[in-house]
């Protein structure tokens, strides 16, 4: 278990750690559980990812399909946070609020107080994962069907 093993260091430090990882892997065979808050190194190094929001698993995918479709979103939000120069010009939503106390948690589904796409049942019930087109979801709008990219959702509400 891997909790966040390049946080503080400098980038071609970070470089040479994670290839060591990944020559070691590949030398004994090894798996990694990966802990990361850069998704940048995610990116590199996981070949299949859970998305962690207040404790919970709100969604698990394989590693490419998380980062060109996420379903949940959080993640959406997490991967509009990214500066990225190819998505220069285009609309992202940014994450709003404070993070609950993770000892008295929100009601219902716990990103409900921060989510655009948020109704009277999210306050309500909690969302478990469900099957998605590219893994696994906590999501009622995505299991509804109702989901649209928070996105264009946020630039419609401007
Ligand atoms: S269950 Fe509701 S509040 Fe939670 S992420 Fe999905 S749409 Fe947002």
Redesign the pocket.
């Known amino acids: 278990m891997c909790d966040e093993p390049t946080s503080a260091l400098d980038v071609s430090v970070q470089a040479q750690i994670l290839n060591l990882m990944c020559d070691l892997q590949d030398e004994f065979g090894l798996t990694y559980l990966f802990i990361s808050h850069d998704l940048s190194v995610v990116r590199h190094m996981a070949t299949r990812i859970g998305v962690l929001y207040l404790g919970r698993l709100?969604e698990v995918s394989e590693g490419k399909a998380l980062f060109q479709n996420p379903q949940?979103?959080?993640t959406s939000m997490l991967l509009d946070a990214v500066p990225d120069l190819d998505m220069t010009g285009r609309a992202r939503t940014q994450v709003v609020g404070e993070i609950p106390n993770p000892i008295d948690p929100p009601s219902?589904?716990?990103?409900?107080p921060?989510?655009?796409?948020?109704?009277a049942?999210?306050?309500q019930?909690s969302?478990v994962l469900q099957p998605t087109a590219i893994g696994e979801?906590?999501?009622?709008?995505?299991?509804e069907g109702?989901?649209e990219a928070p996105s264009t959702a946020a630039a419609g509400a401007k």
Do not use: K, Q, W
């Open positions: 709100v949940h979103p959080y219902g589904c716990r990103f409900h921060r989510c655009p796409l948020a109704n049942r999210c306050m019930e969302p979801s906590a999501c009622f709008a995505v299991e109702r989901r």
